[in-house]
């Protein structure tokens, strides 16, 4: 295990699979997404399961099948730029599930890890500027870009300043668009303006 790895963003997919499985709250769908895309027949999937959240109507067929297919089903809904980064999976009746999920927030990014019982969890490190490695820890980088911080703060004791990492609003952006099926020279015209938009509705979730 490479405990100092760090992945370059929360944002960023490395095939088209993981872009799928992304935020699937489901842990049996997952695993059914998955076969049918090693299969090549995912085109034969009912869209319903291929949703990050089921309604009401496939959950309950979903747990008719057998409870293990709750698992996950029923997590609380992702907030404004939310992804799960790491999940656990129980071995109960029916394989519930915690989530560890990141968001960005005017601290860069923000960790939250919930289950399906309005558990109530204390992470270690609740925020950092970067994306973390296995140890848990802030590195250099991340490091000096505080130290910036405070300097800042130190010069303009009466301005408020929060640290916020706007790269990760431009990939929550560039993902809406693709999503929303804007054309490639669309999206550079309004990249920077959503960009903004996600920025600004993140600063303000941060706030609640």
Same mark, same amino acid.
């Not at 929360?10 to 049918?36: C, K, Q």
């Not at 999937?45 to 089921?54: H, I, K, N, Q, V």
């Not at 309604?55 to 609380?76: A, K, N, Q, T, V």
């Not at 919930?114 to 109530?120: A, P, Q, V, W």
């Given at each position: 295990?490479?405990?100092?790895?760090?992945?370059?963003?929360?944002?960023?997919?490395?095939?088209?699979?993981?872009?799928?499985?992304?935020? *699937?709250? +489901?842990?049996?769908?997952?695993?059914?997404?998955?076969?049918?895309?090693?299969?090549?027949?995912?085109?034969?999937?009912?869209?319903?399961?291929?949703?990050?959240?089921?309604?009401?109507?496939?959950?309950?067929?979903? +747990?008719?099948?057998?409870?293990?297919?709750?698992?996950?089903?029923?997590?609380?809904?992702?907030?404004? +730029?939310? *992804?799960?980064?790491?999940?656990?999976?129980?071995?109960?009746?029916?394989?519930? *599930?915690?989530?560890?999920?990141?968001?960005?927030?005017?601290?860069?990014?923000?960790?939250?890890? =919930?289950?399906?019982?309005?558990?109530?969890?204390?992470?270690? =490190?609740?925020?950092? @500027?970067?994306?973390?490695?296995?140890?848990?820890?802030?590195?250099?980088?991340?490091?000096?870009? @505080?130290?910036?911080?405070?300097?800042?703060?130190?010069?303009?004791?009466?301005?408020?300043?929060?640290?916020?990492?706007?790269?990760?609003?431009?990939? =929550?952006?560039?993902?809406?668009?693709?999503? +929303?099926?804007?054309?490639?020279? !669309?999206?550079?015209?309004?990249?920077?303006?959503?960009?903004?938009?996600?920025?600004?509705?993140?600063?303000? !979730?941060?706030?609640?």
């Amino acid at each position: 295990i490479r405990y100092a790895f760090r992945p370059q963003s929360y944002w960023e997919d490395a095939d088209p699979l993981s872009a799928i499985l992304r935020n *699937v709250t +489901g842990e049996n769908r997952r695993r059914m997404i998955t076969d049918y895309w090693n299969a090549g027949r995912l085109e034969e999937l009912d869209s319903a399961l291929l949703r990050d959240e089921p309604d009401d109507e496939s959950r309950m067929r979903l +747990g008719r099948i057998h409870p293990s297919f709750m698992g996950g089903e029923y997590l609380p809904h992702y907030l404004v +730029g939310e *992804v799960e980064i790491a999940r656990l999976c129980l071995q109960s009746t029916t394989s519930d *599930v915690v989530s560890l999920r990141a968001r960005p927030s005017p601290e860069g990014i923000s960790y939250r890890v =919930i289950d399906e019982y309005k558990g109530r969890f204390t992470l270690p =490190i609740t925020t950092s @500027l970067l994306p973390l490695t296995l140890t848990g820890a802030r590195r250099a980088a991340a490091r000096a870009a @505080l130290a910036e911080v405070e300097a800042l703060k130190e010069l303009a004791p009466d301005l408020i300043i929060e640290a916020f990492d706007e790269r990760l609003t431009t990939a =929550i952006a560039q993902r809406s668009l693709l999503e +929303g099926d804007v054309r490639r020279k !669309d999206r550079k015209q309004v990249i920077d303006k959503v960009a903004a938009a996600v920025m600004l509705q993140s600063w303000l !979730d941060g706030q609640i």
